[in-house]
């Protein structure tokens, strides 16, 4: 009887490795699909004009602060414009300490100047990386009338990993942003 027990046993053994091998699953990768973006230029009150992608909402929240909505990525791109009156060094001092801010929880934060001559445009951005509020800070100026300061936050807690396609998504319209805009006054 205990023979026929284990011959039973390793009867049922054998019927059951028989199936497919079990493998181990590969690992996955995160496949996002974004639009492909289309650009049209806005016109703001406030003596600036630029190109930003169809698939936001540009919206005037008072009389010079804007915001650029993403709804399918839940971000927003915040936009303050300034006239310089004799406070540009109060302004670009503004412009540098506010990405500092996020520096308890940055990893780093790389600044790149951007200089537009034909537009007469400069600045900087600034990417912050890690977990931060906000994962990309700018500002534009002419230096003499002009001043626009700008900020991407998403509507959740950040984990920089999990947002870093829709920030480079964003990132790319930000670029185009600061090479379309123009000062119309």
């Avoid at 602060?65 to 936009?79: A, E, M, R, W």
Wanted: a positive charge; proline letters at 5%; hydrophobic letters at 35%.
């Amino acid at each position: 009887m205990k023979n026929f027990l284990i011959l039973l046993f390793l009867f049922a053994l054998i019927m059951y490795c028989t199936g497919e091998p079990i493998r181990p699953k590969p690992k996955s990768m995160l496949n996002l699909k974004y639009p492909n973006p289309t650009y049209i230029m806005k016109k703001s009150r406030c003596s600036f004009s630029f190109k930003i992608n169809s698939y936001s909402s540009f919206v005037t929240t008072d009389k010079c602060n804007y915001q650029i909505i993403y709804p399918n990525l839940k971000g927003t791109i915040y936009l303050t414009y300034r006239k310089v009156n004799n406070n540009f060094d109060s302004l670009l001092s503004d412009a540098y300490s506010i990405p500092l801010k996020h520096a308890r929880k940055a990893v780093r934060i790389p600044e790149k100047a951007y200089v537009n001559n034909t537009n007469k445009t400069y600045g900087s951005i600034f990417q912050i990386v890690g977990n931060a509020a906000s994962q990309v800070q700018f500002f534009l100026t002419d230096s003499l009338n002009h001043f626009i300061f700008g900020a991407l936050y998403f509507y959740k807690k950040p984990n920089y990993d999990s947002i870093m396609p829709a920030i480079n998504y964003i990132g790319e319209d930000i670029s185009k942003l600061m090479e379309s805009l123009k000062w119309t006054d």
